[in-house]
């Protein structure tokens, strides 16, 4: 079971980019989902979480108003819209699920799969 982590990169300040989220080995539909991420000498923090069905998502207050968790049309895979990027966005990007049915979980330690990551480094 893997989840794969795309689309980071190198942009500048007030750049765009979409991270997806693609699983194999098994499906997701029926997960919650969410992003972290992690920048050197810090510890993972939570970014967006989005519920089983997709209809509610949670946000870190520092990417509130910036970014946007989305679920694919399948639900299997998981979107992150990050638009306004600061240099304090730099960081390893990683999604993760687990199976929980009620609601968004905002804690590393609730989540059970998580994909490789991928480097978001926005430049001043």
């Known amino acids: 079971v893997q989840l794969q982590a795309s689309g980071g990169g190198l942009v500048q300040t007030g750049d765009s980019l979409r991270l997806s989220c693609t699983p194999s080995?098994?499906?997701?539909?029926?997960?919650?989902m969410g992003w972290f991420r992690q920048a050197p000498g810090k510890e993972r923090e939570f970014v967006a979480g989005?519920?089983?069905?997709?209809?509610?998502?949670d946000y870190a207050d520092s990417v509130k108003g910036r970014f946007t968790i989305s679920r694919g049309r399948a639900k299997n895979s998981v979107y992150l819209q990050m638009n306004d990027l600061k240099p304090e966005d730099t960081a390893v990007y990683y999604c993760?699920?687990?199976?929980?049915?009620?609601?968004?979980?905002?804690?590393?330690?609730?989540?059970?799969?998580w994909g490789k990551g991928t480097q978001v480094t926005v430049s001043s």
């Open positions: 993760t699920a687990s199976e929980y049915y009620s609601g968004i979980l905002v804690k590393a330690d609730d989540y059970v799969y």
């Open positions: 080995g098994r499906t997701f539909a029926n997960y919650a």
């Open positions: 989005i519920s089983w069905t997709g209809g509610s998502a």
